[in-house]
């Protein structure tokens, strides 16, 4: 309920959640209540913040604890909810309760707005309200808004992004260090990057949620975390990054999106892409998102993608865009699309591919490779030999090919007597178009 | 007028101006509009197109050409006014006619922005209807949104932008083909990146008229044009180039705003920046903006800062908002504080110096140059030197220091005997904070 208590109207913030980033909201809201307050000609007070043990310390002040959420979204007064608990349930039946009442719903929630967004947005259109996620995807990159409003008159092509920044710390280690994957984990858990089970993280599903949610964006459709192909960082080693930098190139894990003939493809994988690349040199635990348009062109978005500050940011930018609309009186429309997404199958993806090969190191070995290649009609792009006496390894790089077609030229490698192994594939991007 | 011919509303759009930007807006307007209408709710047509000469051949179909473009403002069915003239007059006085019959404008004018932006938003604020500049900074890139609504609740601290794609894609020629400067130019003129008169860019004042209006929404403060501090790339030479990379550096025209204790410094001049800066990869014609907030930490934006599509694309995410606002039915507050800024002095800027010397190549002068630096209180950071026999090239880099006190330490350094010429001096940022 707005309140006019003295010269400027007050909102009222409920939040779910007091964990890292809901400390930084806490944070935030009272270093900055002043230059918010001179933005928005209404001042932001912090109303109940729900936590699952009230009695604990907290490196932050809040005056009222509740332990119940429903105290939060129920209250009268709690004009905005901020929900920062994270997970599906009960995260899912709260912003439902708040929306349902007709409050604004902040959300920092990708598994939920991955997986579930069309329910809860659907909902806020139909009471007339807003809810907003920019700290959902990328951290503190402002992402989400650019791809609905700012490009809201063009057309994206597709979106390439590093949006896991433990994976990227790894990786930054592993080239710019030589240490093995192993290590570099071993290091981000030190530091606090990685999760003690950081499988969610390393093969690739929190990349795939958010991926999930811009393809939903830039293609105004309805694509869910499941839609998403997924393949880790697990298996990446040292000498599958030297050999890249000898070609050019440096491995991350993207999460590439793109809509082709009417079908969206979207996937989560390590891939080569050009030194020059733009997204080459996001370093360390950065994030970024590449994104092509057709009249935009080419554009990145580069930040923070996690922390208690960076992550806080965006939220508040959010509240404060709410609040912006709860105090014009506007019936809010969410301005998503809601067409169904129309998934490409992943063997219909087109793309470069690299392969490492060890082979026999005699005559008529690369003949064999690249007829098997030819059959399939797979197109070389380059080629790399190098003989170390009995055996000899074998680097190729195609040109855009059917996903399909590589995996099939992959299984007629495999058993061509003179190849011993076919030791790394990889997916090559940002190069060729 | 919002007009319901059919199932859906139907919005107009009239435009002043269809040089390069309106004809790519013409273009874009038509090739999306399925897009839009889907995004939108709503059908943007497009209505009066005033031009100079109506006569004249047209690369886009317009239906509706007028030579007087109060015609545009006063057309009843016009429900959003889009101004791609540029230049101040007419311009200002048709966007004041639009906002005054309650017509919200979407602008791409830098030099009416960062001059009579004051004016101009608070006549929005006081009609209630939106003014939008999104393309006026930066093209295509997603900015002005970025610092307005995301970082709503966050505080910038600095902002460090390539804003001028002319002299980047200068710099960029001289920094990797090792041409003058002006070879340089006159290969962008060849290609149409510069203008026959180079001034506007190569001197600074388009990159100044941009820093005033980033200034201005980071720091919430009427910075104008006039506010900023200068100079221009015209006296860079391939030397500084070269001693600039091998010091690990790489040189770029920045425009940089910061505020430090309350006080607001803008101002745009060649820097070096450390080769591992994000900013320094930013090559050819494209721009990029680096913010640096408490909260978010480091961002930038990245993509191409000019060009008819790109420009264009900019122009219609602020059409399309515009629009959604309207439906909406919003009354539009534009947000921005009408805080007086309160501007540093230059010479109270404190920033690192890179200074190349020629002086003598005989015993004591080293020692001489060193005590000048230590008399004004300016520490220096680094120091490299070459002998070529009798004249020996002196390079020092200082730590931060006051520009009051570096101009006085130059001054005596040309009073030393031993100091054949000040030969380069420029400012280094992104390093130190």
């Not at 967004?117 to 907003?132: M, S, Y």
């Not at 393949?231 to 990054?241: P, Q």
Request: glycine residues 10%; charged residues 25%.
């Amino acid at each position: 309920m707005v309140r006019h208590d003295d010269e400027q109207p007050t909102l009222t913030v409920g939040l779910l959640g007091c964990g890292t980033v809901g400390s930084g909201v806490v944070r935030l809201l009272a270093d900055h209540a002043e230059d918010i307050a001179a933005r928005l000609g209404a001042r932001l007070v912090l109303g109940p913040v729900a936590v699952r043990n009230p009695s604990r310390d907290r490196d932050v002040e809040v005056a009222h604890l509740v332990s119940d959420p429903d105290l939060v979204i129920s209250d009268p007064d709690v004009d905005i909810v901020v929900e920062v608990m994270g997970g599906i349930e009960p995260a899912r039946s709260l912003i439902v309760g708040a929306l349902e009442r007709g409050k604004p719903v902040v959300t920092a929630n990708k598994e939920l707005v991955s997986t579930l967004g069309g329910e809860l947005f659907d909902l806020a259109d139909g009471k007339g309200v807003r809810i907003e996620y920019e700290a959902a995807v990328a951290g503190a990159i402002p992402i989400i808004k650019p791809l609905r409003e700012s490009l809201a008159g063009d057309r994206v092509r597709k979106v390439l992004g590093i949006l896991n920044g433990t994976t990227n710390y790894i990786l930054t280690k592993m080239t710019e260090e030589g240490v093995s994957f192993a290590e570099a984990l071993g290091d981000a858990q030190r530091l606090g990057y990685a999760e003690r089970d950081p499988a969610a993280d390393v093969e690739g599903f929190d990349a795939a949620s958010k991926a999930a949610i811009l393809a939903s964006l830039a293609f105004d459709a309805r694509v869910v975390a499941g839609d998403v192909y997924r393949e880790g960082v697990t298996r990446i080693t040292a000498t599958d990054i030297g050999h890249a930098r000898r070609m050019g190139y440096v491995i991350k894990l993207l999460a590439i999106a793109e809509e082709v003939d009417g079908a969206i493809g979207v996937r989560v994988h390590p891939a080569l892409i050009p030194a020059e690349h733009p997204l080459a040199s996001v370093r360390e635990s950065f994030n970024a998102v590449f994104v092509e348009a057709d009249g935009a062109g080419e554009l990145m978005f580069y930040g923070r993608g996690a922390g208690c500050l960076p992550t806080a940011s965006a939220v508040l930018g959010d509240v404060v865009s709410v609040a912006r609309a709860l105090l014009s009186g506007e019936r809010a429309s969410n301005g998503r699309a809601h067409r169904p997404a129309t998934i490409r199958p992943f063997e219909d993806t087109t793309v470069q591919y690299y392969v490492l090969l060890d082979v026999a190191d005699q005559p008529g070995v690369l003949a064999a490779v690249a007829s098997t290649f030819g059959d399939h009609a797979v197109s070389i792009r380059s080629v790399w030999q190098e003989g170390t006496g009995d055996l000899a390894q074998l680097l190729l790089i195609t040109h855009a090919a059917r996903e399909r077609a590589v995996q099939a030229t992959l299984h007629d490698l495999r058993a061509l007597p003179a190849v011993r192994d076919v030791a790394s594939v990889m997916r090559v991007e940002g190069g060729e178009v």
